[in-house]
């Protein structure tokens, strides 16, 4: 199964930029490493993904370790909307897209 | 940007009755939608893999009898919890697969909370 450890909880202040570590060492070579967030009550909602290197969008930036054990999202100015669970995961490429969440990481902020 | 539709968004029901939820992706085709269960505090687990066409793929433990899942067009999935009992109670949520050819993400829809008295 593909496994992935993640810290249980985090604390940012607001206007600080915050990284979220994922270990995810029984990665394989096409696995795809994919970060979603889940607000209380609501279904999760799709924040990244990236394959080798490092990605950017709107919402995050998505750091990966050369040997891909590990990957970092990186909200670069918290908000107090971004109070949420963080799941990292990845998707083996023969297992039809399947989605297997950790965890997570409960990520409060701060006024 | 990707939408999932999930309906109800609550249902209360009676201990055997059998409840269904819908899951629909609004704009775009699904070949493959998932499905998952949340308790409070803990993580998504999924249940099920639903393939438009062909016989759900059910998670090792999960009961393919009492949770029905049908997958009858690219936009639509519908779980059936059958003769649902209290321990069903459950947050249910569903997610679609928006693959393409420079795509392969997953969208999910805002769950749907049973509670079975």
């Known amino acids: 199964d593909a496994k992935t450890t993640q810290p249980n909880s985090m604390e940012s202040n607001e206007e600080e930029p915050v990284h979220l570590p994922c270990n995810h060492s029984t990665i394989s070579g096409t696995d795809y490493i994919h970060w979603y967030r889940q607000l209380p009550s609501q279904g999760p909602e799709y924040v990244i993904h990236g394959l080798t290197s490092n990605v950017n969008n709107r919402m995050a930036s998505l750091a990966i370790a050369e040997d891909r054990k590990s990957s970092t999202l990186i909200l670069h100015r918290a908000t107090l909307r971004d109070a949420a669970v963080y799941y990292c995961s990845h998707v083996p490429y023969n297992q039809g897209g399947k989605l297997i969440f950790g965890q997570g990481t409960e990520l409060s902020v701060k006024p | 940007g990707a939408v999932v539709s999930q309906h109800p968004s609550w249902v209360i029901c009676k201990s055997g009755t059998s409840v269904k939820i819908e899951c629909r992706s609004l704009?775009?085709?699904?070949?493959?939608m998932f499905w998952y269960r949340q308790f409070p505090k803990q993580s998504l687990m999924l249940m099920a893999t639903?393939?438009?066409?062909?016989?759900?793929?059910?998670e090792q433990g999960v009961e393919k009898d009492k949770f029905l899942i049908n997958h009858a067009s690219l936009t639509l999935s519908t779980l059936t919890v059958t003769s649902a009992h209290p321990e069903d109670s459950s947050f249910y949520i569903c997610?679609?697969?928006?693959?393409?050819?420079?795509?392969?993400?997953?969208?999910f829809g805002p769950g749907t909370r049973l509670t079975v008295l």
């Open positions: 704009d775009f085709q699904a070949t493959t």
């Open positions: 997610s679609a697969r928006d693959e393409g050819e420079y795509t392969d993400t997953q969208y």
């Open positions: 639903s393939n438009e066409g062909s016989k759900a793929t059910y």
